[in-house]
Each structure stands twice: as structure tokens, then as C-alpha cells.
């Protein structure tokens, strides 16, 4: 099956500057990759996602890219805020059943 | 966007009783609706992907017999937590795909608001 892994796990920026978060996958076949943003006790929120036929999408200051051959795709926050501030995970639509798999998540902490 | 509720956003109960969490998707119809578990400051496991009128897939070391999944209808599934023990505690999320999308948006998966399950 497939194995997303996230990097980093805690990620502590001051506000105004940029924050990356980066996953890996390990199955070739997958698709879809969101990204989503929790916060304390709440649901995942689909923030950005993008499919394999694109490389970059852009949502004003959330942006994704994505590597196909290297099997790696990145989250970029600009220009970030402390109400940024939250769990962010990364995750693949398998091939089986329409599945996602999760990375472990990262903790950002925005500080004003 | 699509909307899933869950219920009840809490429940405490006491070791031995089986719960009952409810997962619905409010204005679309979903045939797959998967559940997932969450433990605090860790990501979300899949648990199982609930498909509508037949049995469920359970992933591995999830056990089918104590975590008991039915989807008799395409804006329903329920999860019930057999012989509960503190242990089981946890964050319970449902989520949903909405087969009637098409384009950019068919993969996107909708999220419950999740179950706070305590027990005793």
C-alpha cells in the first residue's frame, strides 16, 4: 500500500515569514494529494489539493507543488499568520478504493 | 461545499457499553464513507471504508467484530463501538465522497466534525 511521510513534525516561524512543508509518497499510481489544516478538536479542512497532471497550484498565499518523478509534494504558506497557526497534513489517494493516506502531520506555530 | 454531521460530538460512557456514532452526509448522496480514528497529537488511521449495501472493509488490526459498520442507505453509516474500553477512547471522524461530482472536485473527500468517545 502506499506510505506518505511528512517533514517536518513541528514548524515554528515568525509571522510575515514563509513556512514549507514537504511529504513523500511511495506508490507511483496515486493521484490526488490534499493537504488539509486542523485545528484543536475540529475537523480536518481541505485547504489545497492538487492532481497528478498538474505540478503547482495556487490559492493566494497556499500553494502546492508536486513532483511526479521524485514522488515528493510540498506546502508553501507565505506571508503567514498567526491564525495559520494549527495541525497541517499531508495526504495520497491510493489506488484502492478511493483511500487516503496521511502523513503524520506537522505542528506550525506562527508567532506574532 | 458538501456537509457531513456526526452524532453526538461527545459521549461518555462506561466500560463494557457499546456506542453508537452516526455519519451523514446532509445534501449529497455517498456510497463510500470511511472512518477514522484519532489519538491525540497523531494523524488520523483509517479504520475502515464503509461502502453502501455491502460489507465493509476493515484495515488491518482493526477488528470487524468489536468495531461494527452499516451502510443500509447513501447518507448513512454508523459505527458502533462493542464493549467499550478505555482504551477505545478517542477522536472518531467520518468522512465522505460525494458521487455526484465530476471534474476537479471527484476525489475531494467531506469531513464530520468527528465523536469525542470517553470511556470510563
Redesign the interface.
Known amino acids: 500500500g502506499e506510505n506518505v511521510e511528512q517533514h517536518p513534525s513541528t514548524l515554528s516561524v515568525q509571522e510575515g515569514d514563509s513556512a514549507v512543508i514537504k511529504c513523500t509518497y511511495s506508490d507511483s499510481a496515486s493521484?490526488?494529494f490534499?493537504w488539509y489544516k486542523q485545528e484543536l478538536?475540529?475537523?480536518?479542512?481541505?485547504i489545497i489539493?492538487i492532481?497528478s497532471n498538474v505540478g503547482e497550484k495556487k490559492d493566494q498565499r497556499i500553494a502546492v507543488t508536486l513532483n511526479k518523478t521524485a514522488k515528493h509534494f510540498s506546502l508553501h504558506i507565505t506571508e503567514t499568520q498567526p491564525e495559520d497557526s494549527a495541525v497541517y497534513?499531508c495526504a495520497a489517494?491510493g489506488s484502492t478504493?478511493?483511500?487516503?493516506?496521511?502523513?503524520?502531520?506537522t505542528q506550525l506555530t506562527v508567532w506574532p | 461545499g458538501a456537509v457531513v454531521s456526526q452524532h453526538p460530538s461527545w459521549v461518555i460512557c462506561k466500560s463494557g457499553t457499546s456506542v453508537k456514532i452516526e455519519c451523514r452526509s446532509l445534501d449529497f448522496q455517498a456510497t463510500?464513507m470511511?472512518w477514522y480514528r484519532q489519538f491525540p497529537k497523531?494523524?488520523?488511521?483509517?479504520m475502515a471504508?464503509s461502502n453502501e449495501g455491502s460489507k465493509a472493509?476493515y484495515e488491518q488490526g482493526v477488528e470487524k467484530d468489536k468495531f461494527l459498520i452499516n451502510h443500509a442507505s447513501l447518507t448513512l453509516s454508523t459505527l458502533t463501538v462493542t464493549s467499550a474500553h478505555p482504551e477505545d477512547s478517542s477522536?472518531y471522524?467520518c468522512s465522505a465522497?460525494d458521487i455526484g461530482l465530476a471534474g476537479?472536485s471527484y476525489?475531494?473527500?467531506f469531513?464530520?466534525?468527528?465523536t469525542?468517545l470517553t470511556v470510563l
Open positions: 493521484n490526488y490534499p478538536g475540529k475537523r480536518p479542512q481541505l489539493d492532481r497534513f489517494r478504493l478511493g483511500r487516503l493516506y496521511f502523513g503524520r502531520g | 463510500t470511511f497523531q494523524s488520523l488511521m483509517l471504508t472493509t477522536f471522524i465522497r476537479p476525489n475531494e473527500q469531513f464530520g466534525p468527528g469525542r
